[in-house]
């Protein structure tokens, strides 16, 4: 015998099931995510951001049900990732792990630039901020900032610094301003590739980001001279700070954080953002970004679109105070 329902029921259960299609198309958030999601990065593997990514996407992928793959998008200071990124669909499938030099760096220093970092992305969160340590090969016969300086000026034609970004290389260029050396830029792929040219020698130094150094000078195939923030790091408490080495003006974080294309839902972006805040409340990965020198953030889309926006005209100051063109 077939049952049959009130016709009052059927339009309830109509009724309920046009409102949860209505509430799924007003919230795309509520659905989101139905397949993996993709955290592009815009430099070769063995890099910071690359590495905390690797850290956070297992922990992203349990949280959200769905894989979340890392995906290294080198090439162009960053720029072929970024506008990869900037091209996909706006849906919180296809997100960008932006570290500040692409995000920051390349706007002060590339006038056709494809993207721009304000109009074309939505700020996610700010994943956490760190430090750039000046580093050199340990063999290299200098232990402070001052005696680079001295080795630096005895040795104008052969000394030279890695870098990976934009700013990297505004950071070294406003050294070289500010003590009147005269390094000269080899670019890398990757801090990774950066870093180990400083071990093999193929460059005298390099301002390089925790991750790929931190281990190299635990070991002391690198020696750190100098660290970027504004008072000495608590994970880095034997390296002085710029200032401290008699080189004013110099203090800052970088930092790196999630962007989705313009016009990705914002409801998306807050679902991501809170995944991201979960994740790196959790004590292991706490405790992987201290070893690492990172100081993990959490910062909110609107606030981090204002420090974007404040570190842009910082670094574009730089660039044309240091007559640096990438065009």
């Not at 690359?50 to 998008?73: F, H, T, W």
């Not at 706007?107 to 000046?134: C, E, H, N």
């Not at 700070?241 to 004013?248: K, W």
Request: charged content about 15%; proline content about 10%; glycine content about 8%.
């Amino acid at each position: 015998m077939v049952k049959r329902f009130p016709a009052v029921v059927l339009c309830i259960l109509t009724a309920a099931g046009l409102a949860g299609q209505a509430a799924a198309q007003s919230d795309p958030a509520l659905s989101f995510p139905t397949r993996p999601i993709r955290l592009v990065i815009p430099f070769a593997p063995g890099g910071g951001n690359d590495i905390l990514a690797r850290v956070l996407a297992p922990k992203m992928a349990a949280a959200l049900g769905q894989p979340v793959v890392v995906e290294n998008k080198p090439g162009a200071q960053g720029i072929i990732g970024v506008e990869l990124v900037m091209k996909s669909p706006p849906d919180g499938y296809t997100v960008l792990v932006g570290p500040s030099g692409p995000m920051t760096g390349n706007p002060a220093i590339y006038t056709k630039l494809p993207y721009d970092p304000i109009r074309d992305f939505v700020p996610v969160t700010m994943i956490g901020s760190i430090p750039l340590i000046l580093v050199v090969n340990s063999s290299l016969p200098v232990k402070s900032v001052q005696e680079l300086v001295a080795y630096a000026k005895a040795h104008p034609k052969s000394v030279n610094y890695s870098s990976v970004a934009a700013l990297f290389q505004l950071t070294s260029e406003l050294f070289n301003q500010k003590t009147g050396t005269h390094f000269q830029q080899i670019p890398y792929k990757s801090s990774g590739d950066a870093v180990n040219a400083v071990i093999s020698g193929e460059v005298t130094i390099m301002f390089s980001d925790p991750p790929p150094a931190a281990g190299q000078i635990k070991t002391g195939r690198l020696r750190g001279l100098a660290i970027s923030t504004p008072n000495r790091h608590p994970s880095w408490p034997n390296i002085p700070t710029l200032a401290e080495t008699g080189i004013s003006d110099m203090a800052f974080v970088t930092w790196f954080g999630l962007f989705l294309p313009a016009n990705t839902p914002a409801s998306i972006a807050r679902k991501l953002r809170d995944e991201v805040a979960r994740a790196i409340s959790l004590p292991d990965v706490r405790e992987r970004f201290a070893a690492l020198g990172v100081d993990p953030s959490g910062m909110p889309g609107d606030q981090f679109g204002k420090v974007l926006a404040a570190d842009i005209a910082r670094w574009t100051a730089v660039a044309k105070a240091a007559n640096i063109k990438a065009d």
